[in-house]
């Protein structure tokens, strides 16, 4: 049986280095992990998702209706992915607008936040939103705020690794220099979860 986790945002925001994190501290604690491919445009701008199973499965995909947690970077995101949740499903979300460019070049609206937060709480189990754009700004750098994100999913009661783990592979793929201001932004992320 796998965990399954379904992250998707917008080029730029720090999704494959998140997913690399993720994935390393699974494999650090003896555990099988796959990952699919980028979906989509990795570049900045674009729509990006990738997938990841923690434990027994060989397919990096994961089934409509299988994800147990969807990590979305940007709100209208975590709407696109909808097919992938259910019921027992939990959601992070990023509360802070990323206008994709595909939305961009047309003339379209963009949804109220709350309207999104209320649609996700009537399909899932669990929604924890944050402004992890606020957060990376508050711990020092903006682009920080994938660590904002990681810290909150690792805030979440069944996610399957060790916060210790987590942070001891952050140390490992991150510049240096960058560690101390990414550790703030993971431990105010993980604290706006942390039921």
């Known amino acids: 049986m796998a965990y399954n986790i379904y992250i998707c945002g917008i080029g730029g925001q720090g999704i494959i280095k998140t997913s690399i994190v993720i994935g390393q501290t699974a494999l650090k604690e003896d555990l099988n992990v796959v990952m699919s491919e980028i979906h989509g445009m990795s570049q900045r701008g674009g729509v ?3 997938e990841l199973k923690i434990g ?3 397919s990096p995909i994961i089934q409509d209706g299988a994800a147990d947690l969807i990590l979305a970077f940007e709100p209208v995101e ?3 992915c909808l097919e992938k949740t259910n019921k027992d499903t939990t959601v992070v979300v990023n509360t802070s607008i990323v206008l994709p460019s595909t939305i961009n070049q047309q003339d379209v609206d963009y949804p109220d936040v709350e309207d999104i937060l209320s649609e996700l709480k009537g399909k899932v189990k669990d929604v924890f939103s944050m402004d992890a754009n606020q957060i990376a ?5 903006p682009l920080s705020m994938n ?6 999913v690792t805030a979440v009661d069944d996610f399957p690794l060790e916060k210790d783990d987590i942070i001891e592979t952050m140390k490992e793929n991150l510049p240096p220099k960058s560690i101390d201001i990414n550790l703030e932004a993971f431990n105010q992320g993980y604290n706006s979860c942390k039921k």
């Open 147 to 152: 660590m904002a994100m990681l810290g909150g």
């Open 137 to 141: 700004l508050n711990a020092g750098h």
């Open 56 to 58: 027994e499965d060989e």
């Open 78 to 80: 975590a709407i696109r």
């Open 48 to 50: 990006v998702s990738t």
